[in-house]
């Protein structure tokens, strides 16, 4: 996976909110504790530090939705994590997400926080942030 594939992908994914540039993918592509899972159809970003993991962002493009292929990623940065040491894992997510909200329940999270006003939508709206979490057993 290109940093190009992944901003493609994601920008066709977030039609509300700012996509991430290929730059933006590579840079943190370029971070020893950042890694992805997925292919061009979906993938995840996550970051391992220590015994924690967290999500920075998953996408599965229009075009291949309700397919199952978001919940083949979460497992496999969940499994990826587990190799590199994590044992719990986090995320956040805007409170209007429905969809990836019944996505983080149905793979195990539970709410553990709330960061109001945290997200900020191109028509200036402010969306709160749930932060979730799960051990990863
Ligand atoms: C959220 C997202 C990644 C889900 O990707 P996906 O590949 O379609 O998800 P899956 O097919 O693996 O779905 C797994 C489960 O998540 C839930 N889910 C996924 N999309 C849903 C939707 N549109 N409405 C309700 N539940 C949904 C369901 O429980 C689903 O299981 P089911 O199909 O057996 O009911 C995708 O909608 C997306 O890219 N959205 C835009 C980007 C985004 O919001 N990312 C998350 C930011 S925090």
Redesign the pocket.
Known sequence: MTPEILAKTHAA???QSRAWAAVEFEDLLSNRFIHAVGNAK?FALFQVIGDEAE?L??????N???????????QEWHSKSKFLGATRAF????AD????I??Y??SGYRACGLRKAYYLRENNQKIDAIVMEIALN
């Not at 995320?91 to 805007?94: E, G, H, M, N, Q």
């Open positions: 994914a977030f039609t979906s999500l962002t998953i996408a599965t493009h229009p291949f939705q309700r397919q199952g292929l978001a919940r083949a990623c979460m995320l956040d997510v805007a997400n429905l969809p990836a019944a996505l329940e149905n």
